[in-house]
């Protein structure tokens, strides 16, 4: 029965892949400026993009390239940080990741937007149907979407520019 109902269902709506997760930025997670630590940002990031992408499929799926993480102002700690992803472009085993980050200043309420990024995934099981299709339903969810074929045509390029390079790479011991 599953089989044949995720068979039938080929288009979904962006907003049914949405997850949203905030977080109070903690001593714990800060670096030496007092900010939340880039590298902890990338995780929650690739955490909430998981979830996005398995809601959508409902396939198991791997992180396959984080492609452009902008930080674009710092999340001081104390503040909180909200991350908002949807699945904003679909191939037949990939699907593409937006993520949203906003700060909130916790004692004034000043919200802002402190990253985005695209990650994309992949289906890792041979047998798991192709990924539906996307509907998108407000204004900034078709802007966000309108960009997928380039992004993924630029992917593809840039892929291959990595074999390239990633040939030439020494795995050679560096030492003795």
Known sequence: MEIWRRKIMTIKKVSDSRVV???????????????????????MIDNVSAISFTRHTRSLGVTASMDVLNFIKPLPVSNSVCIETIVSGVGKRSAEIFAKVIGEDLA??????AATAFLTFVVVDENAP???????????ERYIMKGYA?????????????????????IEFPWG
């Open 108 to 113: 004034t309420g000043e919200r802002y937007l």
């Open 150 to 170: 380039e992004r993924r045509k630029k992917r593809s390029e840039d892929r291959l520019a990595d074999r390239e390079f990633q040939e030439n790479i020494s």
């Open 21 to 43: 997760q905030t977080h109070l930025i903690m001593p714990s997670d800060g670096n030496r400026h007092n900010t939340l630590y880039g590298g902890n940002l990338m995780r």
């Open 130 to 140: 192709d990924i539906p299709q996307l509907e998108a339903e407000t204004e900034e």
